[in-house]
C-alpha cells in the first residue's frame, strides 16, 4: 500500500490572509509552512505589528483574504465594539498606535494596588493591570452596531478569588515595573498542575459522569490556555522571552513550558472569550461552576503554585530587545 500523502496547504507562502486571534480576525501574511504528522501550521505575521507577534498557527485559524470573510471581520469588530460602549471590556480601544491615554494609568494603578489586574499584552507605558488594553489591532472599523447582538450574547462572569487576587498584583509589579521574568521552563507547568487538579478530583470519589465533566473541562482550559498566552497572556516586557520560546521548542505545547501564574492570567481573560462560544446558559453556567472549583484549588494549593522567587531578574541584554 502507496504511503499517505502530507496534506496540501490551503495557503501559500508570502500569500495576504486573514487569521483568528480570540474572536477577532486580523489582516496578515503566511511567512512560512511547516508539514509534520499530517498537520498544517503557517507562520504568521500580522500587518502593521511588531515582528514580535509573529507566531506558528494551525490552519483552522486562518481563512481567504476575500469580500465574504472581510465582512465577517467587520462583523467580529462591531460586535467586540460593543465591549466597549457597554463597559464591559475596558482599557483603551484598539488602535494602531498606541494612545498617550494609558500612561496615565500608572499613577492611578499606585493608588489602586487593591484592585485585580489582568494579564495583558501591556502598552509601552505599563498600562493599568485592572484593566489592561487589549492588544493593538491593524484596524479598527469606528462603526458602532446595534446593540442586539450582544445583548442576546450570555455574558460570562468568573470571579477571581480575593485570596488570589494580590497575586496577580504582584504578577504584575514583578514584570512591568521590577522588569523580573517568571523562570522558565516552570518548575512546575500548566499541563502538571491541570492533572494534579483531575487527578484531586478523582480521589474524591466523583461519578463517571462528573470526572468525565472535569476531563473535559482541563482540557478545554488547556487548548484556551495554548491559543491565547501568545496573544493575549503576556506583558510587553515577555514578549521576546516567549520568542526565545517558541524558537527553542518550536513542537512543544506552552502549557508544557508555563506555569501556574500565566495560568491564573488566563482567568481575568477567559470571561470574554466564553461570551462566544454557542453554549447555551445551563450549559455555560455548570461549566462556570467547575472554572470556580479549579480557581478554588488554586487558592489551596497557591503557597506551592505561586512565589516571588520563581522570578529573576532581567539581564541587560534582554532588556536591549524588550525595548
Known sequence: MAPKQDPKPKFQEGERVLCFHGPLLYEAKCVKINIKDKQIKYFIHYSGWNKNWDEWVPESRVLKYVDSNLQKQK???????????????????????????????????KKNKQKT????????????????????????????????TFINRVEVKVKI????????????????????????????????????????????????????AVNEVV?????????????????KFERPQYADILANHPDTSMSQIYGAPHLLRLFVRIGAMLAYTPLDEKSLALLLSYLQDFLKYLVKNSASLFNASDYEVAPPEYHRKAV
Open 161 to 212: 478569588p480575593e485570596e488570589l487576587k494580590p497575586w496577580l498584583v504582584d504578577d504584575w509589579d514583578l514584570i512591568t515595573k521590577q522588569k523580573q521574568l517568571f523562570h522558565l521552563p516552570a518548575k512546575k507547568n500548566v499541563d502538571a498542575v491541570l492533572e494534579d487538579y483531575a487527578n484531586y478530583k478523582k480521589s474524591r470519589g466523583n461519578s463517571d459522569s462528573k470526572e468525565f
Open 219 to 235: 482540557a478545554g482550559v488547556r487548548e484556551y490556555f495554548n491559543v491565547m498566552l501568545g496573544t493575549q497572556l503576556l506583558y
Open 117 to 148: 489586574p489582568g494579564a495583558g499584552e501591556g502598552t509601552s507605558s505599563g498600562g493599568d493591570p485592572t484593566h489592561p488594553p487589549r492588544k493593538k489591532r491593524a484596524r479598527v472599523d469606528p462603526t458602532v452596531e446595534s446593540e442586539e
Open 75 to 109: 462583523e467580529l469588530q462591531r460586535a467586540n465594539q460593543d465591549h466597549y460602549v457597554e463597559g464591559r471590556m475596558r482599557g483603551a480601544a484598539p488602535n494602531k498606535k498606541i494612545p498617550a491615554a494609558p500612561q496615565k494609568n500608572d499613577v492611578k494603578t
